[in-house]
């Protein structure tokens, strides 16, 4: 079994370049097997970034468990933390959104300027999912 490591930037970092990926690894055997795992490291600290993402959205989430003010999640220090941690963690964000429908959203415009939920959507948890999860494929984010 052939290991290689590749590093690039976040920016590089797309569904095409993937497929690149796996096509050179591939070469002229389609029926070849090619795995590829992705691991986002924040260069300010030895916890990736999805840890760091998991830590801040475990903490957020159990503490504000019994709260019913958006406003005061939204505030909460490890939810403004997520949203400090900008682009980086938007794939971790969406893929939690796919598992397990949070507030999420606010964090998602903060972070991306973009609100692609519209008005009819506002409030429809499923909806609002569904509209950015759609933003996060058509964007490269997730798949």
């Given at each position: 079994m052939q290991e290689t490591t590749i590093t690039v930037s976040w920016k590089e970092l797309t569904a095409g370049l993937l497929e690149?990926?796996?096509s050179q690894f591939s070469g002229s055997n389609p029926a070849a097997k090619v795995e590829i795992s992705v691991k986002l490291l924040d260069p300010q600290s030895k916890a990736t970034t999805n840890e760091r993402f998991e830590q801040f959205f475990s903490t957020w989430k159990t503490e504000t468990a019994l709260l019913s003010s958006g406003t005061a999640m939204v505030n909460h220090p490890a939810y403004q933390q997520i949203i400090g941690m900008g682009d980086a963690v938007?794939?971790?964000i969406l893929?939690?959104?796919?598992?397990d429908?949070?507030?999420l959203f606010y964090a998602l415009f903060k972070i991306t300027g973009e609100n692609p939920v519209p008005a009819a959507h506002a409030g429809?948890?499923?909806k609002m999912t569904a509209d950015w999860l759609a933003w996060g494929k058509s964007k490269g984010y997730i798949f």
């Open positions: 690149k990926i796996k938007i794939p971790f893929i939690k959104l796919r598992e429908p949070q507030h429809d948890l499923p």
